[in-house]
């Protein structure tokens, strides 16, 4: 809870929210992992034009590797969603959490 709170003060997103937190073991070492969903009435943007679309479909869970918190190494979770956009057909939903290193989730 004291987590969420924090991470909605210094990195509040407009379009998704936080979901549970847990400890998981990434690479070897205990690191945080934070589960981020789409805000329930938040379509995808097209990365192409940038105008929200519907959703095409959802790609497996990822982890993007956040800062650190405290000393754990701390990930999103999150599966992206792809856009249906009618000029520019189906691409990767372009967010903001992109912005931050998508590594292969071992699950
Ligand atoms: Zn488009």
Redesign the pocket.
Known sequence: MLIKTLLNKVERFKSFVYGSICVEIIGGIEALVIDIEPRSNSRPI?P??G?RCSVYDRQPLRLFEYLPIWSFKAYFRYAPRRVN?P??GTKMGRSSYLKFRNIPHEK
Request: glycine share 0%; proline share 0%; with cysteine.
């Open positions: 097209c192409a034009c105008k956009c000029v520019h």
